[in-house]
């Protein structure tokens, strides 16, 4: 038993990195030739976090299928032009009955517990912030991190019960459930980048694990008794989340975020969100998140809006008149408080 002991304890703690051959490869190619999806992008790369942010180590896990060049999805991030992104501003959607307060309730119950979790309270005009509450990177990435990690349970959840729901009924879903999907494929971009910045500890795995397991069954049963409250809930947790993010990039605009202010985005988001060459600094990578939140916003403030028997997604559907404006997929006509099904249909 002993010699079997000597070996499990001897294993590395990281993967073994790639043999030189490989690795000379990926280095001499040019970034825009690898694909987003390439080197198993569902393996993301261990980032171990140094003083310094141009000395940094990437350890990447070995091949998992050989002959396999990279693997694709169905799903391209549409375009987000600078201007764009800056378009984009705080909203609020007044709850209107009794299922929009449940929602907003939820939410701001939720935005406590993280913000006591991670150490996080907005400063009111000219106060000085304790210590205790000063946001560093270090914080802002444990942050979104948890956030994300959480984000992306909803959109799954309901296009999974709205698949099983259009099975059960033979009948189709006109819509909803690519829509739903994609939402969660987004965050979990977001949370993928995020990891390729830090690596989160022990401590943080586990509230992960935990609240995830929580919300996953508490949002199953919820969305089963009132899909409309559901996605009310989704839209004012993006509303939190653009608050969030805005908070975020005005730090580094104010230059309180100095290892960031030259920091480059993770080539994984260069690739994910097209972003062009003089646009791949930290600062750029949140304002592409944060349009990706306000259309999460808008999106789950408009289906909760409308009938969710009967509906189709108008996200996914032709016009008869293509010169109103209607919802669309990009930034066009955003609405932080959504779309009204009177201005719909």
């Known amino acids: 038993m002993m010699p079997l002991l000597v070996v499990a304890r001897s294993q590395p703690s990281f993967p073994r990195p790639l043999k030189a051959s490989v690795t000379s490869t990926i280095i001499s190619a040019s970034p825009r030739s690898i694909t987003q999806h390439s080197l198993h992008r569902d393996y993301p790369r261990r980032f171990i976090s140094s003083t310094s942010q141009n000395q940094s180590k990437e350890y990447f896990p070995p091949p998992q299928t050989p002959g396999v060049k990279e693997v694709t999805t169905v799903w391209s991030h549409p375009v987000f032009t600078e201007a764009q992104m800056r378009t984009v501003q705080i909203a609020h959607r007044d709850a209107k009955n009794w299922s929009d307060w449940v929602a907003l309730g939820t939410v701001r119950f939720f935005r406590w517990g993280m913000d006591f979790v991670t150490g996080y309270r907005h400063p009111k005009p000219d106060e000085v912030q304790p210590v205790r509450f000063k946001m560093t990177e270090r914080k802002w990435l444990a942050r979104f991190i948890f956030l994300e990690s959480i984000a992306g349970v909803p959109g799954m959840v309901a296009g999974m019960l709205r698949h099983l729901r259009s099975l059960r009924r033979m009948k189709r879903d006109n819509g909803w459930i690519e829509t739903l999907l994609e939402e969660a494929f987004n965050e979990r971009m977001h949370l993928l980048t995020f990891l390729k910045l830090a690596e989160p500890g022990w401590f943080m795995r586990l509230m992960v694990l935990g609240a995830q397991g929580v919300f996953f069954n508490a949002f199953f049963l919820s ?49 994910y969100w097209n972003m062009p060459e003089n646009q791949c600094k930290m600062r750029d990578l949140l304002l592409y998140i944060r349009a990706d ?42 609405k932080g408080a959504g779309w009204e099904r009177k201005d719909i249909f």
Not at 236 to 265: C, F
Not at 307 to 326: E, F, G, M, S, V
């Open 223 to 271: 969305y089963i008794i009132s899909p409309r409250t559901c996605h009310r809930f989704v839209g004012y947790l993006e509303e939190e989340a653009v608050i969030t993010y805005t908070r975020a990039i005005d730090e580094i605009e104010a230059g309180k975020l100095p290892k960031w202010t030259n920091l480059d985005a993770p080539q994984i988001a260069v690739q």
């Open 293 to 334: 939140e306000a259309k999460h916003r808008e999106v789950n403030h408009t289906l909760s809006n409308l009938n969710q028997a009967l509906d189709p997604n108008p996200y996914r559907i032709k016009y008869d008149d293509p010169t109103k404006q209607h919802p669309r997929q990009g930034l066009e006509n955003l």
